[in-house]
């Protein structure tokens, strides 16, 4: 019994330095990258485009309407209590504080970070990671570093739009049910939201982004030769990414209000 | 490019070891034939040759360099000057024939002018006989034709080394004849060449140096002569097995 748990926390140990290594020799690619990446430009371009942009559509719909719904409850229930302004601080509480970079990031995991593990994944099976290196291009620096840096940079952008269409859109669509004089909102949108709110939404979807990307990079890279290790793979890289950005956010709320 | 030697090179995959102390070395401008029965590792040693899968223990030199200790100059230079034909093509499915072809060519000769790159590209398929679009992807294309593409982007360099695993296996016979005159070709273009061939003609024909395995270990080496006239029982029955195969 002792030994299986020592042994179970020995592998544990192990796979959390080798993932940790996985995540720095990125990091040093990336410089890399940055500095010479000429042949890799073109995936990240078509990364940004795969995460960022063809994401834009459920990403400002859910946007509006979870902030509709908000000014909607809001709007009927705390004037009840005589706190009608409460809605503001916590309209942006929920989509620019938490909801907005939480929702933005399992939105890319379901759509990017599976197509991320499964596409390596596949490369892996195929022998098209060591066709790769059999041409002399590094798979870390071409295949990991794009991925890497458009998930990340996409999932800032994609919490700016959900930021965007959360407080503004919504506020148009509230209009049909509970009219609210459009400067009233503005300005007191804009006198609760604050410089911390913001850095702690960047700082979230910044980490998101890291997490989502390294994670699915990683299960797809762990693929070793059977097509059927695909979606065992993609299973592990979902259930990981989940529960690293939740604990992820847990932590940046907790250095936050400590 | 120098003469490879692989010097104790162990490879253990769950638990079973793949290559065992494997010690051979492959003369610069001859051509190599691992041979062998099916599962004993000539393709994993292959690819450890041309350092595409890691290994547990062992070291590869390139002359007297390392290949794992080489600074990435000297790897990139290597690299250009090596290329991988695999068994079952590996083309990059999300590229199309064109793009699988452009890629080598960009990476190591980034300042070659449009109109050259493209003739460049043009020649090689013709050579190979692939006379569909380039515009093609791997998925549109038909297994010989694949092959012949894997072959163009191996050729596009020039390379002096060449790795071939099985390239004329599932082909049809028409395709598996282009194949191997190709492979003629390049015998006889004094490139280097380090093969898994299971087509008993064609190691006849072209094999300079014999390496027989069995169960990850090096049986035997030395020219096809020794080899076929070997007292070995071990090479003698690896022999006879790929003569009646054929």
Not at chain 1, 38 to 61: D, E, H, P
Not at chain 1, 225 to 231: D, F, L, N, R
Request: charged share 15%; with cysteine.
């Amino acid at each position: 019994m002792l030994g299986k748990l020592g042994r179970w926390l020995i592998n544990h140990i192990k796979a959390l330095l080798y993932g940790l290594g996985f995540f720095f020799q990125i990091i040093k690619a990336t410089f890399g990258f940055i500095k010479n990446g000429r042949v890799g430009r073109k995936v990240l371009t078509m990364q940004i485009l795969f995460t960022g942009v063809q994401a834009l559509n459920n990403i400002s719909l859910i946007a509006v309407a979870l902030g509709a719904v908000i000014i909607i409850q809001g709007v009927g229930i705390l004037p009840q209590f005589g706190q009608g302004d409460l809605i503001y601080p916590i309209l942006i509480t929920i989509i620019t504080r938490e909801l907005g970079p939480m929702l933005c990031a399992f939105i890319i995991i379901a759509r990017s970070g599976t197509a991320i593990t499964t596409e390596i994944g596949s490369n892996v099976v195929n022998h098209e990671i060591e066709a790769y290196i059999a041409t002399g291009v590094n798979p870390l620096s071409y295949i990991a570093v794009p991925r890497f840096i458009g998930v990340t940079l996409s999932l800032l952008l994609l919490n700016f739009y959900f930021n965007f269409f959360g407080l503004i859109g919504s506020y148009f669509i509230t209009q049909f049910i509970y009219p609210i004089q459009a400067a009233e909102y503005f300005h007191k949108i804009l006198y609760n939201l604050h410089l911390d709110d913001i850095v702690s939404s960047i700082i979230k979807s910044l980490v998101f982004g890291v997490i989502i990307s390294v994670v699915s990079i990683y299960y797809g890279f762990q693929v070793e030769q059977s097509s059927t290790e695909i979606p065992q793979m993609t299973i592990k890289a979902v259930g990981t990414a989940f529960v690293l950005c939740i604990l992820a956010d847990a932590l940046i709320v907790l250095i936050y209000y400590t | 490019m120098h003469n490879i030697y692989l010097n104790n090179i162990t490879l253990i995959k769950n638990e079973r070891k793949i290559l065992s102390e494997v010690n051979v070395h492959f003369p610069k401008g001859k051509t190599s034939v691992i041979i062998g029965p099916s599962g004993c590792g000539k393709s994993t040693l292959l690819k450890v040759a041309a350092a595409l899968i890691p290994i547990d223990s062992g070291n590869i030199f390139v002359g007297d360099k390392n290949l794992f200790k080489m600074s990435p100059v000297d790897l990139l230079e290597f690299r250009k000057n090596s290329s991988f034909v695999f068994q079952d093509a590996a083309l990059w499915a999300n590229k199309s024939v064109y793009q699988n072809m452009s890629l080598p060519l960009k990476l190591h000769y980034p300042n070659m002018e449009n109109d050259i790159h493209d003739n460049k590209i043009l020649e090689m398929l013709r050579l190979v006989g692939y006379t569909d679009s380039i515009n093609l992807i791997p998925a549109a294309l038909s297994n010989g034709e694949r092959k012949m593409v894997s072959l163009a982007r191996a050729l596009i360099n020039s390379p002096e080394l060449i790795y071939m695993d099985n390239p004329l296996v599932l082909v049809d016979p028409s395709v598996a004849k282009k194949i191997k005159k190709l492979i003629m070709d390049i015998h006889n273009s004094n490139a280097t060449i380090i093969a898994n061939f299971s087509s008993p003609e064609l190691i006849k024909k072209i094999a300079d140096f014999l390496i027989v395995m069995k169960d990850g270990k090096i049986v035997e080496t030395g020219d096809i002569e020794s080899i076929l006239n070997s007292k070995n029982p071990n090479t003698a029955i690896i022999i006879s097995s790929l003569i009646n195969h054929s």
